[in-house]
């Protein structure tokens, strides 16, 4: 199990010493994070980025994310140009050792939450999705400022981009996606680059935007679009799991044995029966996933691509980035570690579960 970690830069409160002393860890997820989407990473800021996470003994090969620039999803004119700064990116991160490149094709709206702070059993607190929440926000007159949205737009610019939105629909998301892979992926191969398409978070639309990445006959149109081995998933089980239609561990043995799993975001949800979701611990029993069943899918069919624990509640009174402290990523790490190197102790004695 290649472990990871995901790592904000100097402005992010957990350092790389401290990640470093975590067992098993092998690398730091990281990007350029002051640079606008659709603009040129420059070389210097890749290399200084690289530099700084050896300097911990870290190898940096996963890049999490390079944004897609909303004009490649809207099918706008000027989508060329912001592609072909894409396909340079690929290159220049290329030619600094990464290896995967995990990206969205969400319209608007990253990661999307309705509180950070959710007050749990134990005194923790997480992530949470009420829909009662988002009903109680009118998106006509209210400051946009749920997590995951784009602060950098005014409101005006966010409604007439929501209404651009809704009137391309999910096929014309689709069909731009299209254009956008036939124009990355022969980048991507030239330069062996597995790109690690994300599964929408949570896998619906909200406020009516068009969401396509988020069930299995979706993903299954999506990888059909090109054969190359580089085209791939970034296999989500907490984004995926937050809809109870989806069987994880199925998609994970499906999509691990094709080989169209680069990189894995492992975690876990827990259901409420009306859909709402919270983010617990990432033990089976925490929450709703089985998340044994889910690495011993992913074991079994040879996947050897990066990993990392994703979103954590905050323990232990530890106070930073919502989903992102120390504390209970750390716990991950080991718990999925452990699970890993028991799948490995029974197989060397012939015993390992089906």
Avoid at 238 to 250: E, I, M, T, Y
Wanted: one cysteine or more.
């Amino acid at each position: 199990m290649n472990m990871q970690f995901r790592w904000y830069g100097k402005e992010d409160p957990v350092s790389l010493s401290y990640i470093r002393q975590i067992p098993g860890m092998k690398g730091i997820v990281s990007a350029v994070y002051d640079v606008p989407a659709g603009d040129l990473w420059p070389e210097e800021s890749i290399a200084h980025l690289k530099e700084e996470i050896e300097l911990h003994d870290l190898a940096f090969e996963v890049v999490e994310s390079l944004p897609v620039h909303e004009d490649i999803k809207l099918g706008k004119p000027s989508r060329d140009a912001y592609i072909e700064h894409y396909q340079e990116n690929i290159r220049r991160l290329a030619r600094h050792g990464v290896k995967v490149i995990c990206y969205n094709f969400m319209p608007v709206l990253d990661w999307t939450r309705t509180q950070l702070d959710f007050p749990l059993a134990d005194q923790s607190t997480t992530l949470v999705y009420f829909q009662h929440q988002l009903e109680q926000m009118d998106i006509e007159k209210d400051r946009f400022s749920l997590p995951g949205w784009d602060t950098s737009y005014t409101q005006e610019e966010m409604r007439k981009l929501m209404a651009a939105y809704r009137a391309l629909g999910a096929e014309g998301l689709f069909e731009n996606l299209d254009y956008f892979l036939g124009n990355i992926l022969p980048v991507a191969a030239e330069e062996n680059m597995n790109m690690a398409l994300h599964p929408d978070d949570p896998p619906w639309n909200i406020f009516g935007l068009p969401r396509i990445v988020s069930c299995e006959e979706q993903i299954d149109r999506i990888l059909q679009l090109d054969e190359r081995s580089q085209h791939g998933l970034t296999f989500c089980s907490g984004s995926l799991g937050c809809n109870a239609k989806n069987d994880v561990p199925s998609l994970a043995r499906k999509y691990a044995k094709k080989g169209r799993i680069h990189f894995a975001h492992l975690r876990n949800v827990n259901l409420y029966e009306n859909g709402d979701f919270e983010e617990s611990a990432h033990l089976s029993s925490a929450g709703s996933l089985d998340m044994g069943a889910i690495v011993n899918a992913l074991f079994k069919e040879g996947f050897a691509g990066y990993v990392r624990p994703d979103h954590g509640r905050m323990i232990f009174g530890e106070t930073g980035r919502p989903g992102y402290g120390l504390y209970d990523r750390a716990l991950g790490a080991m718990y999925l570690q452990g699970m890993w190197e028991g799948l490995q102790i029974h197989t060397k004695k012939g015993q390992v579960a089906t």
